[in-house]
């Protein structure tokens, strides 16, 4: 079954600088990644998705995530960080089905 | 569009009692899932719904939780017994299945269960 890792609990940036939020996966197929953003209170939203095609993927507030299949990484990064960018980011993997695995969750911090 | 709702927004309930959170999927959509989130954790998987096929209920954590989904659309999660550790938020997500504006899933609000 395919699985998701979020080796950080938490990412603290100051504001303007680049930030990564890393992920690793496991599948035994092709990978369909996913990244998602949960604000305080408020549920989940779709940030970007890996499907095929490039290996770069730019989403939804400046984000992006690169695919890495010799790594089996899906890290997700902004080259400059926002106060509003706080928040839990969760990955997700899912296979050639309809179901999805998410990580554990990272949380961001960014301090001004 | 309408989203996803989901009902109550938030349930109290003592020790033992049985609880039911409902979930509405957005129309058309033919996967619904149901995860569990903690405070302060991560999503845990509960179980799916693809179609008319059997749910995947791999992510259940005991037999006191069932689910059900109606006509492919309507779904419950019943928990029976409930016991203080059931106390999170629980999440319920659908999704389109086929094409490349699929796979992504699109999230309720969430019910937040208390057990006292």
């Known amino acids: 079954a395919q699985s998701v890792a979020q080796p950080e609990d938490q990412v603290n940036v100051a504001e303007g600088n680049p930030l990564t939020v890393k992920c690793t996966y496991s599948?035994?197929?092709?990978?369909?990644l996913f990244w998602y953003v949960q604000y305080p209170n408020r549920g989940l939203q779709f940030l970007l998705k890996?499907?095929?095609?490039?290996?770069l993927v730019k989403g939804s507030y400046g984000f992006e995530a690169e695919f890495n299949k010799s790594q089996t990484s899906f890290h997700l990064k902004k080259p400059s960080a926002l106060v509003s960018d706080s928040a839990l980011y969760f990955c997700?993997?899912?296979?050639?089905?309809?179901?999805?695995?998410f990580g554990a969750g990272t949380r961001l911090t960014v301090k001004p | 569009g309408a989203g996803v709702s989901q009902s109550p927004s938030n349930k109290v309930t003592e020790k033992g009692k049985d609880v039911e959170l409902r979930c509405d999927p957005i129309?058309?959509?033919?996967?619904l899932y149901w995860y569990r989130q903690s405070l302060g954790q991560g999503l845990e998987f509960l179980i799916y719904?693809?179609?008319?096929?059997?749910?995947?209920k791999s992510g259940l954590p005991s037999d006191r939780f069932s689910a059900e989904r109606t006509g492919g659309s309507v779904s419950t999660l019943t928990i029976q017994r409930t016991q203080q550790e059931d106390s999170a938020v629980y999440l319920c997500?659908?999704?389109?299945?086929?094409?490349?504006?699929?796979?992504?899933?699109?999230f309720g609000p969430g019910t937040r269960l208390t057990v006292t």
């Open positions: 997700a993997v899912r296979e050639n089905n309809n179901d999805m695995r």
């Open positions: 997500a659908s999704s389109s299945h086929g094409g490349f504006n699929s796979y992504e899933q699109y």
């Open positions: 599948v035994s197929g092709n990978p369909y």
């Open positions: 129309s058309g959509h033919t996967a």
């Open positions: 890996y499907i095929t095609g490039d290996n």
């Open positions: 719904f693809q179609g008319n096929s059997a749910p995947d």
